[in-house]
């Protein structure tokens, strides 16, 4: 099984803050890697695949990028709406996922 | 624009079987695959296992012992059902699409079922 190890579990940020989330793999996933934002009582939302590949309608600052297997979801300005949990996942080898951010305002 | 809705019971007694059904409304049900995800409550997320609609499955190493899935094309409905549940089964339960091929992330989701294993 592949382990995907998120840090941190929290992060105390501000709005205008640029905040940076780390996944990392157990093994290669060969980029296959995706980011998801979840907010209280609704279900995940697709930000990033393959990465680095920002889904559709995702605000531009959000980004990511992929070292090896250490992967980072980058927010260059928080803005109020960005508060929530994100959580990567790989799915090269099925499917797990990190045990997830819980970005806070501070 | 492709929506996916879950159903089943909300409260399942223990060692009995949960059972729910996804229902796909608005894309194609022939050309993804589809997945079972679950959260316990302030937890993170668990993969179940997926069907595509042919109804090859792949599941969770740690939960195959107790998961069946099956498809119904003629319905564009998957469903999942997890057998001897305890209160660790406790949980919302979400059914997502996954694209074919390399990229096969989850979108879009369904809102998820809350499933409490209680007597």
């Known amino acids: 099984d592949i382990q995907m190890t998120q840090s941190p579990s929290t992060l105390s940020a501000s709005v205008g803050d640029r905040v940076t989330i780390t996944c990392r793999a157990s093994?290669?996933?060969?980029?296959?890697l995706a980011w998801y934002q979840q907010k209280p009582g609704k279900a995940p939302k697709l930000l990033i695949y393959?990465?680095?590949s920002l889904e559709s309608g995702v605000p531009s600052r959000f980004s990511g990028s992929a070292s090896g297997t250490e992967f980072t979801l980058t927010i260059s300005s928080l803005q109020p709406d960005d508060f929530a949990t994100y959580y990567c996942?790989?799915?090269?080898?099925?499917?797990?996922f990190g045990q997830g951010t819980k970005l806070e305002i501070k | 624009q492709v929506q996916l809705q879950e159903s089943g019971p909300g409260l399942v007694k223990p060692s009995e079987t949960l059972s729910l059904t996804c229902t796909v409304s608005?894309?194609?049900?022939?050309?993804?695959?589809w997945s079972w995800i679950r959260q316990p409550a302030g937890k993170g997320l668990e993969w179940i296992g997926r069907?595509?609609?042919?109804?090859?499955?792949h599941y969770n190493p740690s939960l195959k012992s107790r998961v069946t899935m099956s498809v119904d094309t003629s319905k564009n409905q998957f469903s999942l059902n997890l057998s001897s549940v305890t209160a660790a089964d406790t949980a919302v339960y979400y059914c997502?699409?996954?694209?074919?091929?390399?990229?096969?992330?989850?979108?879009?989701w369904g809102q998820g079922t809350l499933v409490t294993v209680s007597s």
């Open positions: 608005g894309g194609s049900f022939t050309t993804y695959y």
């Open positions: 093994q290669s996933i060969s980029g296959h």
């Open positions: 069907i595509d609609s042919s109804g090859s499955t």
């Open positions: 997502a699409r996954q694209p074919r091929g390399g990229a096969t992330y989850f979108d879009p």
């Open positions: 393959e990465a680095s």
């Open positions: 996942q790989q799915y090269n080898s099925y499917s797990s």
